[in-house]
């Protein structure tokens, strides 16, 4: 397991030990006036901030699935892909969504869509049996169905106005921002289109 990853997990129960009874979540959610007031760590803490155990499990267990599952050896460029992630998800949400100004932002959805699509990319990438050997069409094909899906759940949550499988939760999930998805596959894009142009 990369050390990273322990990282994660151990900031996934810090920043939730509200849920134990044991902090103030408020401490650690973004709220641009807070973060404009000096309080800066929210912009590191609040990915990892949920507001339910469901949330908490249904957001951790996709980011590090998919973190975890990224064909990327390098960890800078993995990190990279994450914090472009954050940043676009942060950026679109401040810049589509007020809302946020009251009720602030938190989760680590829009990361995981942004991997979603960093792991499609991969996937219509992925060469078989060596990185020399031709493209794998079963790969390709699941690669380009993956980042369709991804693209299309963005836009289809945009022009709803909500969460595409809402209806679906067995838990609060609080009040999605769902514009933070999008924002993360746009960051992580940005972040693929600069590591791909640094390779070649």
């Known amino acids: 397991m990369a050390p990273e990853v322990l990282a994660f997990v151990a900031l996934l129960g810090f920043a939730n030990l509200h849920l134990l009874g044991l902090a103030d979540p ?5 709220l641009p006036a807070s973060v404009l ?3 800066w760590w929210r912009l590191l803490t609040h990915p990892f901030l949920h507001v339910s155990a469901y949330h908490l499990a249904l957001d951790g ?3 590090l699935l998919l973190y975890t599952g990224l064909r990327e050896p390098r960890r800078a460029h993995r990190l990279g892909y994450m914090l472009a992630a954050g940043v676009g998800s942060l950026f679109v949400s401040l810049w589509v969504a007020p809302v946020i100004w009251n009720i602030g932002l938190c989760g680590l959805s829009g990361i ?3 991997l979603m699509a960093v792991t499609s990319l991969e996937l219509i990438g992925a060469r078989t049996p060596t990185s020399a050997g031709p493209r794998c069409k079963v790969l390709y094909r699941l690669g380009w169905l993956c980042f369709i899906g991804v693209v299309g759940k963005c836009v289809l949550e945009i022009a709803l106005g909500g969460a595409l499988i809402a209806a679906w939760h067995l838990g609060s999930v609080g009040f999605p921002v769902v514009v933070c998805h999008a924002g993360g596959v746009l960051g992580a894009l940005v972040a693929w289109l600069l590591i791909s142009g640094q390779r070649r």
Do not use: R, Y
Request: proline share 0%.
């Open 112 to 114: 995981a869509h942004g």
């Open 61 to 63: 267990a996709a980011f």
């Open 26 to 30: 408020w401490k650690w959610t973004f």
């Open 37 to 39: 007031a000096g309080e």
